[in-house]
Every structure is written in C-alpha cells, then in structure tokens.
C-alpha cells in the first residue's frame, strides 16, 4: 500500500485542476459522439433490425477492444515517463479522429477509428488517475476521487444530453457537426488543462520503473477483487451508452425529452459524487462499496420489472433510490484502488481498472445483444440478473478478505 505523503495545498492545486478540467472536456466530446453513434451509422433512430443492431454493436465496440488490448501499456508509459505527457498526447490524438470520424459513414472505416480511439481513451484515463491518486493524501483521497467521479461522470452525462439533443434538433445529413464538437471540446480541454499545468509538468524519465517486475506486484487478489465489480457494472453502462438513444426512440420518448432527463440527473452526480467520498473517507470505504452494491443490484431487479410490466410509478421510485445507493459505490472504489497501489506502478494498477472496464463494454454489448435477440425479454432479464449476481459475489468476497486481514491484524 502506498503511504500517504502530505502535500502543500496551494503547490498541488493546480495539477489537480488541470486533470478534473482535461476530465470534463474530454468525457463531454467522447459522450457527444457516442449518444449519436448508432443513428450516425444507419442514418435512423428507430426500426433497427437484428443485423443492424448486430452492425452497431460490431462498431461500437471496437473502442473499448482496443483500450482493453493498449491500455496496459498506456499506464507503463505513464510511469516510466510521466502523467501528463501520456494524457495530453491521448487527448490530442483522440480530438484528431474524432475530426476524421465525421469525413465517413462507411462502417469498416468507423470501426477502425472507434478502434484507435480506444487506445486514446485507454491512455487518458489511466494517466487521469495515477495522477489524482498521486496529488491526494489518504484521508482526503475519497473525497478526490468523488471530484473526480463527478467531473467525469458529469462530462459523460452533459455529452450524452448534448448528443441527444442534436438528434432532435438537426437533420440527420448535418450530425457530421457533432463530431467536429467532440473534437473541439477535446482541444479547449487540452488548452485549459495545459494553463493550469505547472510549467514542469515534462517529467523525467523514471528509471526505478521495470515492467517486468511491476506487473507481479499488481496482478494481486486484493487489486483484482476492487477493480473486477467494474466489469459488470460496464457490462450493464456499455450496452447503455449505445443503445439508450434508439431505445427511448422506439418506446416514445423524445431525443430533446431525454437529453433534459440526462442533464438533470447529471446535476446529482455533481452533488452525490464527493458526498459518497467524505462519507467513504470519515465511514470506510467497504461501507460505501456494499451501499452501492445493494443500489445496483436494487437498479438491476428494478430494470428487469421495467421490461416486464412497463414504467409503474413505485418501480420508477425503488430504481431512483436505488440508483441514487449506487452512486456511492464509484469513489469509494476508486479511493480503495489508490490505497492499494505503490507510487512507481500507480499509472499501471490503474490501466487494470480501465482495462477491465473496456473489457465489460466488450462482454455487455456482445451480452445483451445476444441474448435479446435469441430471448427477448427473458434474455434482458438474464442479462440483469447475471450483472446482479456478479457484482454481489465479488463484493462478498472483498468483504471476508477484509475480515480475514482484521483478524490476523494484517489489514487496515
């Protein structure tokens, strides 16, 4: 476990700007581009066959392929080299394909960019935070986290609610536009986060780090047991990034209706996301973990009743509650995953995080997909049950390793 090493606030205010300010513009551009990405490749919204949802699916999900094939090596890079650069550099490379991304409709084409894009994703997000983990001291460390839950989650959802409300304000021959927004969003990120960077930010190469000896010391059961709930949980979120547009389309609702939906809510995160962390820093982070794993799965029965026996006034009021429990399981996993790691491999230990949460992006739309199309609604039950399951079982087991430590006075 990495020991806590105090720091000055008015030096490291900073460096922690910039990365929650390059977070916002980055999540805002990629939520952008991802709300309109399945109407983008049909050219519609609604009447999506086997084969084409099998089409979106396909493309959809070569962003996460590659963050899950590169983004190992995205965090090696970053601590053999230095945060910044890496995020920067992601930054910069993923404004450039989201620019080429609105030159073509051709499927083949925008799978190989989806593709690359991945790799830049990958390499953000696991620089983003080494880098929080590295500015934050244990007893503030949820509460950073949160912040920085919250900046990322809110630049998804304002993205999200920018997309959707582009599809129903513009034809859809102009959505090229919404990608040229991505990308613009993606360059003031890098332009504000770069002002808010000391000018030192270049580090030096750090030569203590050997990949071949770090990778033993990540690949740990407690480093596994934090970061694998997020393959679920992405299992569930990935098949929803893609396909909530043309979902709320074919029952009804409004791009413009959901796009406010999503914008309201993403005020909640702003407030929910730092109050989970003070309460995992003051009351344990395990305590804020089986809240939100009780929210989850609470959210999972309740998606399932959905299906079942449609929008019901008191199964929309248990899923509002038991998304709102939910919430908390983000920062108080995130602050767990910084505890456990050691400085000289931090940008690596969290590359697993982003790794297995591509992975769960991969595994949940090729899920889902599957087992609607062969089982319909059946099949959408067995999909939120299993994520239910999942995510229970690996916090149980996390919890008696705990336990277990107490005992034999070797844990926290």
């Not at 409004?254 to 796009?259: E, G």
């Not at 089982?375 to 049950?385: A, E, K, M, Q, Y």
Request: with cysteine; charged share 10%.
């Amino acid at each position: 476990m990495a020991m806590p090493v105090p720091v000055d606030p008015a030096i490291e205010r900073h460096p922690l700007t910039a990365v929650l300010t390059a977070t916002l513009f980055v999540r805002f551009g990629f939520g952008i581009t991802v709300a309109v990405f399945a109407t983008y490749i049909l050219g519609r919204s609604v009447g999506l066959d086997g084969s084409q949802v099998g089409v979106v699916g396909l493309v959809s999900a070569m962003a996460p392929t590659g963050e899950f094939t590169t983004v190992l090596l995205s965090g090696a890079v970053a601590d053999r080299y230095g945060r910044f650069p890496v995020l920067f550099v992601g930054m910069a490379g993923s404004a450039i394909l989201l620019a080429l991304t609105a030159l073509t409709r051709d499927p083949w084409a925008l799978g190989g960019l989806n593709f690359a894009f991945g790799v830049g994703s990958g390499a953000i997000l696991a620089s983003s935070l080494a880098l929080i983990a590295d500015r934050s001291t244990h007893p503030e460390r949820g509460y950073e986290m949160g912040r920085f839950d919250a900046v990322n989650l809110v630049g998804w959802i304002g993205g999200f609610a920018f997309g959707f409300a582009a599809l129903g304000l513009l034809p859809l021959a102009q959505l090229p536009v919404v990608f040229l927004g991505g990308a613009a969003a993606l360059v003031l990120g890098i332009v504000l986060g770069m002002w808010w960077v000391p000018s030192g930010w270049r580090a030096t190469p750090n030569r203590s780090y050997i990949l071949s000896k770090v990778l033993p010391a990540i690949v740990r059961r407690d480093v596994l047991l934090v970061t694998l709930p997020w393959l679920v949980i992405y299992m569930l979120i990935g098949t929803a990034f893609v396909y909530l547009g043309t979902s709320a389309a074919g029952i009804g609702i409004p791009p413009l209706d959901l796009a406010l939906a999503i914008g309201v809510g993403g005020l909640l995160l702003v407030v929910t996301q730092p109050t989970f962390g003070r309460l995992a820093d003051r009351f344990g982070q395990l305590r804020l973990m089986l809240v939100g794993t009780v929210g989850f799965v609470g959210a999972m029965i309740c998606a399932a009743l959905l299906a079942n026996l449609g929008a019901q006034p008191w199964i929309l009021g248990v899923l509002g509650v038991s998304v709102v429990a939910a919430l908390a399981y983000g920062p108080a996993s995130l602050a767990a995953l910084a505890d456990l790691t050691a400085a000289i491999s931090r940008a690596t230990t969290m590359a697993i995080y982003s790794l297995v949460i591509s992975l769960g992006m991969i595994v949940g739309l090729a899920g889902s997909t599957g087992l609607f199309g062969a089982l319909g609604n059946l099949g959408l039950d067995l999909f939120f049950g299993s994520i239910a399951a999942g995510l229970a079982a690996l916090t149980t087991l996390r919890t008696l390793d705990l336990r277990r430590a107490r005992r034999s006075g070797t844990g926290p």
